[in-house]
């Protein structure tokens, strides 16, 4: 038999050594300060301040100006290596402005962001930052929410995959009075409980956002459409007007009898 000299058994291999400096060079990676990484790809970000830890775990403080308000909040994350498998930085999220919690995971692609099991609640505080209405003091449920959407923008990406290529779970509310202004003058709706259910949907060769809003019984109230270039097509049936007193229509009550089309977040705002 060959003999094994006891030099080439100690001495180890150059692959080993090639790996032992990959692990430190990633630990060293994931100890960078997670503010400085923010200073470096996103300088004088008005929607990040005084962020914390590093990239693996750390914490952040955000604003959303929306409104003359701008909605405030903090957010936590915990790296998720594996993700990097796929191609993708993923993080476990926890975000929360005043009574507001939401948490879930998020990824980050090349050209694609995603979602994953998004759960918590929004407090009727943080909406009435969001929208000018009258609002009962109920909260939204987030339940499970999933999305992926896809830009076409990059080069050699395929543009019929762009918009909300994935989608699923639903949001909960129980309803009440809302009182919304328009042309100087405010309109009450007695919203009933509903669900909205989220799927994907192509519509006129576009990926979009679905929210179906349904009643307890199940019964169609209306129709939520956000496309790849955030506009935001609105249907609102019979069934749900009939809520509002100073209402006096007739149709089926499946009818869409209200159809808005306008940007996301137009006129959300405007205190």
Known sequence: MPQVSASSVKRPRKLWWLLGLVLFALFALLQMPAAWVVEKYAPQSPYIQHVS???WQGSAIWQIPISATPLTGA????WQ?????????GAEVDMSTGQTRLNGQVKIGRS????NDMSGKIAPETLANVVDWQLPNTPIQVNDVSLQRQSGSDKGS???ASGFTQADGQLTWV???VGYPS??????ITMPAMRAQLSQEQKNS??????NLLNNQDKRLGDLYIDGDNMLDVSLTQRLLENMPEYSGQAPQDTPVVSVRQPLLSGLGGR
């Open 175 to 177: 309803g009440g009075e």
């Open 75 to 78: 957010a936590e994350w915990s």
């Open 53 to 55: 830890g590093n990239l």
């Open 81 to 89: 290596p594996w993700q990097l498998l796929l191609g993708k930085l």
């Open 158 to 160: 395929d543009n019929n």
């Open 206 to 211: 576009q990926n979009l956002l679905h929210i």
């Open 112 to 115: 694609s962001w995603q979602v």
């Open 183 to 188: 042309g100087g003058k405010i309109f009450y």
